[in-house]
């Protein structure tokens, strides 16, 4: 469904609205009688639709709420012409709703009898609070507008969902397929689809040629209370937040678990990564890693031709190497390039570590890490004595005497950009990849 035409209806909606104070008025009163709605439409479906009964229990109960508390809340911003400015699909919460449904195996028809009887619960509370208006000719008016309002309505929530229901019906089919496995696999080697199934799966999946594409890689990080993490069902947590929070409206999609890792290719018309990354933060990623699904994700640049897509990968492999407790989400534009290559320094680059730097590090663990900390803020403040003495809470001569000590214990000049750049690059480089000497 395309949201101009979600955008047109209400518009439209907005604007009967306007003319008619009465319905307005009725409608907005809905607001206080939200659990009445729910609990009579709830009631409705376990007497009148087989097809829930089988499906009832206190997850479906809970969603089954929250969906009728949102259907509720985009009424009324209709009705208050309070439209959404972002951009965003005021009916991607049908979207959500549909693929939870579909997920749980609730039947399809069985969601739209539900959509029907709220239909029907709507249209039978206003209803009942126009006939006891007293100027009967100005309540026939309103029950004709709201009879129109409340067909129109349902008829396209209703079409959202059956085509959203379809599109993750599909989805869960392909997953369960060899087909899908086999066209990940492709994918990753950069192998582009030739086959008319493999074409076809893709079309179905949202990954389109010419369009930007970019991959993302989840890991679960170790519990910080040494807890034992049940692997599969981390990962199948993470499978199912990152189908949650990228809407197929904007994002094709293909997500698999391998290696002990949730691998993703997203796909989507501009700027696929960093939509990636703005859609798993604003959907509380980082939260939620912090929370019991602990996991670090890392993410590539955008590619547009498959056959980048290895690459992609490795981008995003490297930044899942800079994720973590701190900063579970990285995308590869954002790593730091100096830490970067001093993390992937070679066995050469760590031989060139001065024996200076080990001396000033075995003096550093005695003295609490002093003259470090001076040396690393000294570089933040460009090199302003004054400023680094009020960051570290300290007088400027104490600072003075660090700098002086750093350049006898080196016999390196801290006061210097060349100085300094040595200095941290080579207790860097210690820090990461420790005393020993490579291959001496």
Not at 46 to 62: A, G, I, M
Not at 255 to 264: P, S
Request: proline fraction near 4%; glycine fraction near 6%; hydrophobic fraction near 40%.
């Amino acid at each position: 469904m395309p949201q101009s035409r979600a955008d047109a209806l209400i518009r439209q909606w907005g604007e009967r609205f306007r003319k008619d104070p009465l319905a307005t008025r009725v409608v907005a009163g809905l607001r206080e009688r939200s659990n009445e709605i729910w609990q009579g439409t709830f009631e409705l479906l376990q007497r009148e639709s087989p097809e829930y009964r089988n499906s009832v229990d206190d997850e479906f109960t809970k969603e089954s709420k929250a969906h009728c508390n949102e259907l509720l809340k985009t009424i009324i911003a209709i009705v208050a012409a309070r439209s959404d400015r972002s951009g965003a699909d005021p009916f991607d919460f049908v979207r959500t709703h549909a693929a939870w449904r579909a997920r749980h195996q609730v039947p399809l028809i069985a969601s739209l009898h539900a959509y029907r009887l709220a239909h029907r619960t709507y249209w039978e509370i206003t209803r009942d609070s126009l006939l006891r208006h007293g100027k009967r000719g100005e309540a026939i008016l309103s029950l004709t507008m709201l009879s129109d309002f409340w067909i129109q309505f349902f008829d396209y929530v209703g079409a959202v969902l059956a085509e959203a229901h379809a599109v993750e019906e599909g989805l869960i089919v392909a997953q369960s397929t060899r087909s899908y496995v086999s066209l990940i696999d492709d994918l990753l080697r950069g192998i582009e689809p030739r086959d008319a199934d493999s074409q076809r799966l893709c079309t179905l999946c949202g990954i389109r040629p010419g369009a930007p594409k970019a991959i993302g890689v989840a890991r679960p990080l170790q519990a910080g209370n040494g807890k034992h993490i049940d692997l599969e069902v981390t990962l199948r947590s993470f499978v199912r937040l990152i189908e949650q929070v990228l809407p197929p409206t904007i994002f094709g999609k293909l997500i698999d678990i391998r290696n002990g890792e949730v691998t993703a290719i997203a796909c989507s018309d501009a700027d696929t990564a960093r939509g990636l990354s703005r859609a798993l933060r604003q959907n509380g990623f980082a939260r939620r890693a912090g929370n019991g699904h602990s996991a670090a994700f890392g993410i590539s640049l955008d590619v547009i031709e498959f056959a980048r897509l290895p690459q992609a990968l490795e981008e995003a492999r490297l930044a899942l190497e800079f994720a973590g407790a701190a900063e579970p989400l990285v995308h590869f534009a954002d790593i730091d390039l100096p830490e970067f290559l001093i993390r992937r320094a070679d066995s050469a680059a760590i031989r060139l570590i001065p024996e200076w730097a080990r001396h000033f590090k075995s003096i550093e663990d005695d003295q609490s890490g002093e003259l470090s900390r001076t040396i690393h803020i000294f570089a933040d403040c460009s090199f302003n004595v004054k400023q680094t003495a009020q960051r570290l809470g300290v007088h400027t001569n104490t600072v003075y005497f660090r700098l002086n000590r750093i350049n006898k214990l080196t016999g390196i000049n801290p006061r210097t950009y060349s100085g300094t750049s040595q200095l941290l690059t080579s207790l860097r480089l210690l820090e990461i990849h420790g005393n020993g000497r490579q291959g001496s």
